[in-house]
């Protein structure tokens, strides 16, 4: 059964930097299709970024483009997001979701089966 462990959020200042970690135990990531989401106090839960199983291959919403990156270490079946020139609109609950359909980069909720806790981040001065 897969499970995923996310951990890194956290309280940082506009302009700044947070890593946030989504490690799975029970099967390998890589078998998986990896979305990150997050949710805003009273807003719908919106795609952020997604990569691919085996190939790795990314995609990203066009409001973190160029600020956001997504990555895996296979070694410790972790997934990561890398995210760079925080904004207060970034504030949100992130979550990690694992897909079966290793293959598709879908930004959609309905088509990820397994979900993380969610780490809160919150960008303010």
């Known amino acids: 059964q897969l499970q995923l462990v996310e951990s890194g959020g956290g309280l940082v200042q506009p302009g700044g930097s947070l890593r946030l970690s989504c490690a799975a135990s029970?099967?390998?990531?890589?078998?998986?299709?990896i979305g990150w989401f997050r949710q805003a106090p009273g807003k719908e839960r919106e795609g952020v970024s997604c990569i691919s199983g085996r190939n790795g291959t990314t995609n990203y919403a066009d409001s973190v483009k160029g600020r956001f990156t997504v990555s895996r270490d296979n070694a410790k079946n972790t997934v990561y997001l890398q995210m760079n020139s925080l904004k207060p609109e970034d504030t949100a609950i992130y979550y990690c979701?694992?897909?079966?359909?290793?293959?598709?980069?879908?930004?959609?909720?309905?088509?990820?089966?397994?979900w993380g806790q969610g780490t809160q981040v919150t960008v303010s001065s």
């Open positions: 029970g099967s390998t990531l890589d078998y998986y299709a």
């Open positions: 979701a694992a897909n079966p359909y290793w293959w598709r980069l879908s930004m959609d909720t309905f088509d990820y089966e397994y």
